[in-house]
């Protein structure tokens, strides 16, 4: 079955230095990735989307990359700053239907002053 | 434009007992998905529901049950609690047609004693 995995361990980053994110999966072949922020007890929100096609996608401060071959996402967030401290979560449409999607455990992003 | 909606937002039950929780998509949205959040643990896909029909579910017993009203919003049915339902369940709406991103409300956090 398909499975997504995420950096296990809290990242604390210095605030403006940039924070890299990993999302490996196995064994399938998605059409698209995403990347969703939750904060404490409060629903993800969606920050984006890279199709299999796209090798990277940029979002203000957000850059996404998606590498098909090692599938493998990096996320970045570059001038990090302590409101950008939150759990970032991975997501790939389920194997049997691209409209369901299945999570990552997520990576806790901590950013110091 | 007002977002997903959830209610309600804390509910204490015991053992046994059955809850309910209900979820208002996005105006526009036809499809009402349902996760569940265990503290400290990963967003786990609950079902799926799209123009009024069960689309998918997940590894969840038959007693996690739900329905999707004419109007798009939704119920959750949990029947004989367990005290490891102890959750945030979480509803995210997406439009039909389009982009995957799901918008996701606040949450329900179900307490079972």
């Known amino acids: 079955s398909q499975k997504i995995e995420q950096n296990s361990e809290a990242l604390n980053i210095q605030e403006g230095k940039t924070a890299t994110l990993t999302c490996n999966y196995t064994?399938?072949?998605?059409?698209?990735l995403q990347w969703y922020r939750q904060d404490p007890g409060r629903g993800p929100v969606f920050l984006l989307l890279?199709?299999?096609?796209?090798k990277e996608k940029r979002k203000e401060r957000l850059k996404v990359t998606f590498d098909t071959t090692l599938k493998q996402s990096l996320f970045h967030i570059t001038a990090s700053q302590p409101a950008d401290s939150a759990t970032y979560l991975c997501?790939?449409?389920?194997?049997?239907?691209?409209?369901?999607?299945?999570f990552g455990s997520g990576t806790r992003l901590s950013i110091r002053p | 434009e007002a977002g997903v909606t959830q209610s309600p937002t804390h509910l204490i039950k015991t053992r046994g007992q059955q809850a309910t929780l209900r979820c208002s998509p996005i105006?526009?949205?036809?499809?009402v998905y349902w996760y569940q959040q265990a503290l400290g643990l990963g967003l786990q896909f609950l079902l799926w529901?799209?123009?009024?029909?069960?689309?998918n579910r997940g590894n969840f017993p038959p007693r996690f049950s739900g329905r999707q009203f004419p109007n798009y919003s939704s119920e959750l049915n949990v029947n004989a609690l367990e005290l490891e339902d102890s959750a945030l369940y979480l509803c995210?709406?997406?439009?039909?047609?389009?982009?995957?991103?799901?918008?996701f409300g606040p949450g329900t956090r179900l307490t079972v004693t």
């Open positions: 997501a790939l449409p389920g194997y049997s239907s691209a409209s369901k999607i299945i």
């Open positions: 529901y799209d123009e009024g029909e069960e689309r």
């Open positions: 890279i199709r299999e096609n796209e």
């Open positions: 105006s526009g949205h036809t499809s």
């Open positions: 064994n399938y072949s998605p059409a698209y």
């Open positions: 995210a709406s997406r439009p039909r047609q389009g982009s995957y991103e799901q918008y």
